[in-house]
Structures are given as C-alpha cells and as structure tokens.
C-alpha cells in the first residue's frame, strides 16, 4: 500500500495503545497485514532502475506521500509522540525493500521474498480489479483517521 495508508494504520495503532513495547512491534506487523489486502502502488520504478536523473518524480511523489500522512496525524490526532514513532516504524519494510532494490544484501533479499512475494500475494498475482484495489487503502485510510482522531 501507498505510505500514507501503512503510516495512518501505525499511528492509529500508536494512539490506541499507550505501552510502546505493544505499540511499536504491533505497527510493524500492521504493515503486512495491510499488504495482504489487494491494493495499487505508485511507480517508483526510477528509483529501482537507478535511473537517478528521472528519478526526481519517485522521490516527490514519496514525500509527499510521507508528508500528507503527518499532516494528517497532526490535524486529526493529540500528537502523541508515540503516534509518530508507531507511523514510521509501520513504513520500514518499504523502506528494506528499497534499499534492498539499490543494495544488494542477503537479509533485505529474503525479508523481500516475504514481502513482495508471498505477503503481496493478492497484489502481484492476482488481478483484482482496480475499484477494489482503491477501495482497500480508502477503507484503511479512514479506519485509521477515526482511530487517530483525538483519542
Ligand atoms: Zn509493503
């Protein structure tokens, strides 16, 4: 799913929990929880291909793609600390997988078999069609904004 989706879900986990031991771990595994769904992804091909000189694109889009979601935490939310923490930690395995599309490295290499293969499952191999591709992260989307709001 698009950042904005996996750092709502983390920071909506973060508000609902006040113990970061629960919080931050849970916000992790709510990333993959999300990717099962069957959803639409933005192309940052660029920036996987190296291609550093049309990549400035990807780079806008993804921030912000990161920048309406804390914008969104910070109107909708008490601005815990916790909340931030949770919506970052929820983006790091799109964060390995990038990494591991520039370096290449043995741990990134099997945590994106996990992730883009097995855990994107309904996304890659299965074609859904695009209503419901969209319909997933609107659904998250707001889910989370009513969890995060003013709790
Ligand atoms: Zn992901």
Redesign the pocket.
């Known amino acids: ?1 698009i950042l904005l989706a ?1 750092m709502l879900f983390g920071a909506a986990i973060g508000a609902q929990l006040d113990n970061p031991y629960f919080a931050l771990p849970l916000a992790l595994l709510g ?2 929880f ?2 099962i769904f069957p959803h639409v992804e933005y192309s940052i091909s660029h920036i996987k291909n190296k291609e550093w000189k049309k990549a400035w694109p990807d780079f806008l889009k993804v921030f912000l793609d990161f920048l309406l979601a804390l914008v969104i935490i910070f109107w909708f939310s008490k601005n815990q600390p916790l909340m931030y923490a949770c919506a970052l930690i929820a ?1 790091v ?2 964060g390995f ?1 990038l990494i591991n599309s520039v370096v290449k490295n043995k741990i990134l290499a099997a945590h994106s078999n996990i ?2 293969g097995r ?2 499952y309904l996304t890659k191999q299965k074609k859904f069609p695009i209503f419901w591709r969209i319909a997933t992260q609107v659904a998250a989307i707001i889910i989370s904004i009513i969890f995060i709001n003013k709790i």
Do not use: A, F, S
Request: hydrophobic share 30%.
């Open positions: 799913m996996h990333h993959y999300l990717d983006i395995p799109d997988t992730h883009e855990i994107h």
